[in-house]
């Protein structure tokens, strides 16, 4: 092991660590240690979680391209797919712990759970894209789990042939699964008519489209890191930049179809939305489409892609794009108040009626109808802890499993 | 039998009696109100938003037919008591907070921290406590407690504790105006069918398809 491997190891290993403690620390004390109240009652751990799962279909775009459409020169960064799929897909079911109230009550979800409710269907396709995304990566192992690792592997007589079929086998399921979690979780929001802002049909096939965009994204930029940028991949960095232009172009298509069409109507809500992403957040809003477009062409440059500063800086500038993209879920959800009325007799006024926030903030009325959320410093230290979990998780099977090609490792 | 309620918006004097019945009686923590009153197009209580006319719109859970909220609850905490009523059960809501997104009308409150915490934030004298001073069970499941699990979702109960000892919702018993009523909606006959029927009542937010159960009188206009 490297020292910088050994020193990223303790690095993301203690940020963990410190994110369990604050978590223990926030269930002593209670979600008032968030900045969330009843009118805004979602913020930064749930839009971690549609960050996280995001992240998670690099395994997909690996294993469907390899196996579905026969693209035989990414197989080398196969494992690589897989394994950041199942540190990305676990980190997104760690997220949502820290928003549960009373998350030692979770076995009731095994007790009583009602099986209309998103929440349910996602927790469901979540492990089991986790359970297949681990059963593909040690299918792929199993022809190098040799030496010490030998006791772990399956015993068959042709371990290559038997993984080869195999991986063949699971890849159309993983592929199943794959989308069902971009689609459920993209269904939790967008089956509520509540909320104007999340009730669209285009917010599951956007999910897909930006996951495809940065799962492949966190690929390129995991296989930039392990590999290099040298000649040997730059042909299967080639494609996988490809499929992240593409991807983030039909997100940008997906999102600019629905703004056109809320927008177009105007009615009262959808003015409000609107004062929402160009007023509030006009320059998170800007971010959030300039920087995947910007951080997706970047890496279809050559130039960039052949030099790993470059190619990083370009492949976090997306990653960080799409997560101000999940941040921005939630404001002008819950800025808009789903509850308004014309006054009887006032034909013309839009009324919202306040919401009691639940909360005493000094300086602030008990009853909100807007409210401007950042997230407390216990809210950023979870999610940076959980992040620096999927982190470590994948250095971790790096230094220990079979998982890159064998000439460098 | 299908529970439901009429609010009288004519008989409605906007003194928010209800309110504090319903805080005091329901242990409500600082912060946290069930039931409002408001002054629709108002940004103050008791200001007529344009001359001549002024109204008041009591709010609370609508207790609807079609609630999701109890279609988004994972574990079925929030559930529909046989009589229609939308309870939650104290006991196995997770916390997830996913019902309050759901909800339309804004009336599901979390529990940020133990109560007795919230107490001392918000200045109240120490050991004090109101409210129905019992837990309530009902079919086994808590649906009331006067001091609430931290980390739990709470709302309206059509006061459960009251009414299954016969007695009405401490609202219905603290207007002074006697706005409010409740009865049954499966009844063509009922007092309340009735005044649905000739009074041209109106729902919240209809177009939402919630099928909310309680129903609101129009006003007349008032002079001023
Ligand atoms: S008003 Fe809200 S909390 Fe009450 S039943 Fe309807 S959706 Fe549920
Ligand atoms: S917060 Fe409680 S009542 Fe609401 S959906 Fe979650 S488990 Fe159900």
Known sequence: MSATMKNALRISGALFLIAIVAWLYQLKEGLVLTNLQNSYSWGLYISGLAFFVGNAAGGLVLSS????????????LAKLGALTAFANVTAAMLIVLPDIGKPIRLYNMLLHPNFMSPLVWDVIVLNLYAAVSALYLYILMLPDLTGPLA??????????????????????????????IHVI?????????????????????????????????????????????????????????????????????LMMNDLVIHAWFGDAETHRIMEIAWGDFAWAHIFEVVAPLAGAWLLLQERVRRSLPRLAASAGLLIVGVFVHRFLIMPAAYNNIPMTMTPLGLPGVHWSLPIASGRFFPGL??????YAYAPSFIEVVILLGIMAYAVFLVLLAIAKLPILAKEVS | MK????????????????????????????????????TPGSHHHLTPPAKGIEFFLPVHCQHCENAP??????????????????????ERCIGCRY???????????FNWEAPEKAHQRAGYQEHYRFGYPED?????????APLRPKGVVEKCTFCAQYRDKGELPACVRGCPGKARMIGDLDDPDSEIRKLIRERNAFQLLPEKGTKPTVYYLPPKAKEI
């Open chain 1, 65 to 76: 391209s390899i196996y579905l459409f026969g693209v035989k020169k990414l197989k080398p």
């Open chain 1, 151 to 180: 006791r772990f592997a399956v015993k068959v007589a042709d371990p290559a042939g038997f993984s080869e079929t195999w991986a063949r086998r699971i890849a159309p399921v993983a592929l199943l699964f794959a989308i069902g």
């Open chain 1, 185 to 253: 979780t993209a269904w939790i929001f967008s089956t509520q008519g509540a909320r104007d802002w999340w009730f669209s049909p285009a917010m599951a096939p956007d999910f897909v489209s930006v996951a495809i965009g940065v799962g492949t994204a966190v690929v390129l930029l995991a296989a930039a890191l392990a590999y290099g940028t040298g000649e040997k991949y730059q042909d299967a960095y080639q494609t996988l930049a490809l499929i992240v232009f593409m991807a983030v172009c039909v997100h940008l298509f």
């Open chain 1, 365 to 370: 009325s008990t009853f909100l109808d807007s």
């Open chain 2, 3 to 38: 529970m439901g309620m009429v609010i009288d918006l004519e008989k409605c004097i906007g003194c928010r009696s209800c309110m504090v019945a319903c805080k005091q009686h329901n242990a409500q923590p600082p912060g946290t109100w069930w039931n409002r009153v408001f």
């Open chain 2, 69 to 90: 909220c109890a279609k988004v609850c994972p574990v079925g905490a929030t559930y529909h008591a046989p009589d229609g009523a939308v309870l939650i059960d104290f």
């Open chain 2, 99 to 109: 019902c309050m997104s759901a909800c339309p009308y804004g009336v599901r409150q």
């Open chain 2, 136 to 144: 309530h069970r009902k079919e086994g499941r808590l649906v009331y």
